[in-house]
């Protein structure tokens, strides 16, 4: 990660598989991981904080700081940004000192690439896709004490790219999901018929990769394709990490992966 070519791979592992790990990150202080975020771009300051290093105290009116299962969910669907990459360094995990097995930890963390998901959906359930592509819907984070975002506009599940229409982004936290509007041109009761098959494909372990978090094991991945979760566990953990935006990533990948003239192409036209 000191060179500009570790950066470029590690962007590149990104940009085309949705998530990369960054193997040998120091661990004694997260100030190590916080200078590995910004090798790729400055770190995104929300209302949770910019760079951040958390134990599950629910400091924060939020699931993450809890010890409970997350299914698979992408982060902020409550911005017209959302952020771009995510990014997840266990520092530590102790054993519950009351617990009767010291190793029962638990809380590896699940990946779930939504593209792929996504096209599963639109090759078995293309009235599901259709739905869960077209339907605009409200979003918000609301949980904490003078805190009330939501988009400037509705977004459906799954935004697609003008002309292709291929999958651009994927918004998926029913946590911060508003209501399904009655209004939309489709009975609420297909779109909860459309997210009931979306969400048997999240749940679906042929599409789950499960990797235990550790120590020296940084994850990076691309928070507008692919979902993230855990499962609940035990004793305390520590994790830092944070966010990046999407156009930043963009940029440190484009610049380090493709010659001026493509770069050009792509960016004025
Ligand atoms: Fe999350």
């Known amino acids: 990660m000191e060179t500009e070519e570790g950066v470029r791979v590690l962007t590149d592992l990104i940009r085309r598989k949705g998530f990369a790990f960054v193997d040998g990150t ?5 100030e190590h ?3 590995l975020l910004e090798r790729i771009a400055f770190i995104r300051v929300t209302h949770y904080g910019g760079f951040y290093d958390f134990t599950a105290d629910l400091a924060m009116a939020d699931t993450a700081y809890t010890n409970i299962a997350l299914p698979a969910h992408t982060d ?18 102790e054993p519950d000192a009351t617990s009767k ?24 359930s293309t009235w599901a896709y259709k739905i869960l592509t077209e339907v605009p819907l409200p ?13 400037e506009r509705t977004y459906p599940v799954f935004e697609t790219a003008p002309g292709n229409k291929a999958l651009l982004r994927i918004r998926w936290n029913n946590d911060d999901r508003g209501v399904v509007p009655f209004h939309s041109g489709c009975s609420p ?8 098959k979306w969400n048997a494909l999240l749940e679906d372990k042929r599409l789950q990769y499960w990797e235990q978090l550790k120590p020296g094991r940084t994850l990076i991945f691309d928070n507008w394709r692919v979902l993230h979760g855990r499962s ?7 994790i830092c990490g944070g966010y990046i935006n999407r156009n930043d990533f963009m940029s440190r990948w484009r610049t380090l992966n493709r010659t001026p003239e493509e770069v050009n192409r792509v960016v004025i036209g």
């Open 232 to 238: 609940a566990f035990t004793g305390k953990r520590r």
């Open 189 to 196: 009761v297909d779109w909860y018929d459309a997210a009931r």
């Open 76 to 93: 902020t669907t409550y911005f017209d940004d959302p952020a771009g990459l995510q990014v997840f360094h266990m520092l530590s995990h």
């Open 139 to 151: 979003w918000h984070a609301s949980g904490n004490k003078g805190i009330a975002i939501t988009p």
């Open 26 to 30: 120091p661990y004694d202080d997260p």
């Open 33 to 35: 991981t916080k200078r």
């Open 101 to 124: 097995d010291p190793n029962a930890l638990g809380g590896e963390s699940l990946l779930v690439d939504g593209f792929n998901a996504a096209l599963e959906l639109k090759r078995t």
